[in-house]
């Protein structure tokens, strides 16, 4: 499998082109050390195969780039700063870069290289081929492994510039891997120094890049943003005719929420998505770490773990058009745009040389406009530029008769059929009751959607498609997107289940919440179930904003009163009216308390105990003996009483007889001791 994308949107899975066959160094030893072996994918740029280091004995992934490069003294300095660069970052979810080099083994084709890690596996776009989209789970799963590998570049001072589903490769273990760090940026020196060249893939283009050229780490987050839609969507969200048509749309339309695709995503994905695709980059996260963190909080408020990412499988036959978004109609790149290169369409994922508009392009521009960039590579390259601009004259010429007959056809089925077209008023801002007059002023119809919006006060249009200035055909439908404000906390039934309340408040485009410190103790509503929520109903909250849901503990707890000391039924009594159930518990000595008193409770006294359910409460009982009055009476008679009160009696007579009476005991009488003990009386 390709570590990287080759550079043109090519399949990695299907073998050779069989155009490049003539001139692949197959079997050929790169500096006599890296063996080139099966070809795994064709690019514009480059072509990658499956090698051996032959010093080392291990697989690699070879990236050969194609051998007009290796004449550009720009491109080679680039290309070996940024392999240095690359081969720095050292993360499990980066493919690792080994060498860089240029062969000269074969005379007057010099080929610059770079050695990778070889991954076995598939691309994620292998997954979105086989599957479409991809669950919740998976889609964050796969991201978080992409967003930690930005993490990591971001912190060592690197930009990647070109995040898509082809340069994130899928191990047989599930590993997830970001390739070609550092590879766009040499590109885009190639043969120019103007600025005016971009170099990515249109469909992950932040409006930065369009606009200016400039990329950062923010438009590596923009990208990891997209790619996380077409995750959840099976599909980018701009797509178009033209390259500039998609790049328009970047600069100048705000992503939609996934959910309007996908109804059951929660909006807190929503907001994660549209945070990171931002147009304005000072509202994205600054960075792979934050945008790692906010995706990481993401999850866990919505309840959802980390899983195992499933392996690709790529497919033995040919993909279809029909495989990806529509910006596969997009035509190829004019062999100017890459000094002498013929090769095939870039297609819609590959990377593309595209010139800058000086201002923002308009409908009717990008259906004209030669989008892309002419970036020649050298000097020899300007009689092969001059020819082809004879000939792109010639064919502009025949273009233009062409577009000339059809206006006038068109002029002629306008006069002859009553057509008319008007522009779309300015409608952002606007109450829903100003644009639709607006509307029908121009003989336009209007369709309303509505959703919740942080800023834009309620009944106000958010937008509108098309865009104010756009002409259409009057009668046409104006889609209105409107604002219902903040969404509102609904009211919540008190002792409601929490599962109940947690869907009540997702269906608000809510974040439910849960906090044990806010949980509190109620009378009335049970153990377990809501009491209610905060902030309160009827509260305005940011869109997926958080709103904690507070459950009851049951009733609060009662101090168990001192019983100690008091008889059996003192005690019980005592204890029912504090509202426990008091059950006799056993029976133990304690010193100076009468039998049947209690000696303790348990829990013991003072002890907070829950009033829910049942609060039972034990009593211990005394077990202790009161010792009888045995003087005056005769041992005999003594030592009867003291059997019957579980005592023992030890007689010290005078004259050694049992006959006499008791004239001294010891302990005295009322005193308490343990069942058996002895006491000892004096008779005379």
């Not at 499998?1 to 899975?13: F, I, T």
């Not at 090698?51 to 194609?66: F, Y």
């Not at 005078?654 to 005193?671: A, I, K, T, Y």
């Amino acid at each position: 499998m390709s570590p990287v994308d080759p550079g043109n949107g090519a399949d990695p899975n299907h073998g050779a082109d069989p155009n490049h066959g003539a001139d692949e160094p197959l079997g050929h030893l790169l500096e006599r050390r890296y063996r080139v072996d099966n070809v795994l994918a064709h690019g514009g740029m480059s072509t990658v195969y499956r090698g051996l280091d032959t010093r080392l004995d291990r697989p690699v992934a070879l990236k050969v780039m194609d051998t007009r490069y290796a004449g550009d003294q720009s491109f080679t300095e680039r290309f070996e700063r940024e392999a240095r660069a690359a081969a720095r970052l050292h993360h499990p979810n980066i493919v690792s870069v080994y060498d860089q080099g240029v062969d000269r083994g074969i005379p007057g084709e010099d080929r610059l290289y770079l050695v990778m890690r070889l991954v076995e596996g598939g691309t994620l776009r292998d997954l979105l081929r086989a599957r479409g989209s991809l669950p919740l789970s998976v889609a964050l799963s796969v991201l978080e492994a992409v967003l930690a590998a930005l993490s990591a570049a971001h912190h060592a001072g690197m930009v990647h510039r070109d995040i898509k589903p082809e340069n994130v490769l899928i191990g047989r273990d599930g590993s997830v891997q970001v390739a070609d760090f550092g590879l766009v940026r040499a590109a885009a020196g190639a043969g120019s120094t103007s600025g005016d060249v971009i170099l990515g893939t249109v469909a992950y283009l932040a409006p930065e890049q369009v606009t200016s050229g400039a990329a950062d780490t923010r438009s590596d987050v923009y990208a990891a943003g997209i790619v996380l839609y077409e995750l959840l969507t099976g599909r980018p969200p701009y797509t178009g005719d033209t390259a500039l048509s998609v790049a328009y749309r970047h600069v100048n339309d705000d992503v939609r929420p996934p959910s309007e695709l996908v109804p059951e995503l929660p909006p807190a994905v929503d907001e994660l998505v549209l945070r990171f695709t931002r147009r304005d980059p000072a509202w994205r996260p600054a960075d792979g770490a934050t945008a790692l963190r906010e995706l990481r909080q993401t999850r866990d408020g919505i309840g959802l773990a980390g899983v195992p990412v499933p392996v690709p499988h790529p497919g033995s036959t040919e993909s279809s058009e029909a495989d990806g978004p529509p910006t596969e109609q997009i035509p190829p790149v004019p062999p100017a745009a890459v000094g002498n290169d013929t090769t095939s369409d870039p297609g819609p994922r590959g990377t593309r040389a595209l010139r800058r508009p000086t201002s923002a392009p308009t409908p009717e521009a990008s259906e004209t406009t030669n989008e892309f960039a002419s970036v020649p590579d050298d000097d020899d390259s300007r009689d092969d530029s001059r020819d082809g601009s004879r000939r792109r004259s010639r064919l502009a010429a025949v273009v233009g008769v062409v577009v000339l007959l059809g206006a006038l056809i068109a002029g002629g089925a306008w006069l002859l059929g009553g057509n008319s077209y008007v522009r779309v008023p300015e409608l952002a801002g606007s109450s829903l009751s100003e644009a639709k007059e607006a509307l029908r002023a121009n003989e336009l119809r209007a369709d309303v959607s509505k959703s919740y919006h942080n800023t834009v006060p309620e009944d106000t249009v958010i937008s509108a498609a098309p865009q104010g200035g756009t002409r259409i055909r009057s009668g046409d439908q104006v889609e209105l997107r409107v604002s219902r404000g903040r969404p509102t906390v609904p009211e919540i039934e008190s002792g409601s289940r929490v599962s109940e309340v947690q869907s009540k408040l997702r269906n608000a485009k809510l974040s439910p919440e849960l906090d044990s410190s806010a949980n509190r103790y109620h009378d009335s509503v049970p153990k377990g179930r809501v009491i209610g929520v905060a902030p309160e109903p009827g509260s305005r909250v940011k869109t997926s904003g958080s709103v904690t849901i507070i459950v009851s503990r049951g009733p609060a707890p009662e101090p168990v009163p001192d019983v100690k000391g008091m008889d059996r039924d003192q005690a019980f009594t005592a204890l029912g009216e504090a509202g426990f159930e008091p059950y006799e518990s056993g029976r133990e000595f304690a010193e100076g308390v009468a039998n049947g008193h209690v000696v303790r409770t348990d829990p013991a006294a003072g002890s907070e105990v829950p009033m829910s359910g049942e609060p039972r409460v034990g009593v211990v009982l005394s077990s202790a003996v009161e010792v009888p009055e045995f003087r005056g009476k005769t041992v005999e008679q003594a030592r009867q009483q003291a059997a019957e009160a579980g005592l023992t009696l030890r007689v010290d007579s005078l004259f050694g007889r049992d006959n006499g009476r008791v004239v001294r005991q010891q302990p005295s009488p009322g005193s308490t001791v343990k069942r058996g003990s002895q006491v000892k009386v004096t008779a005379f």
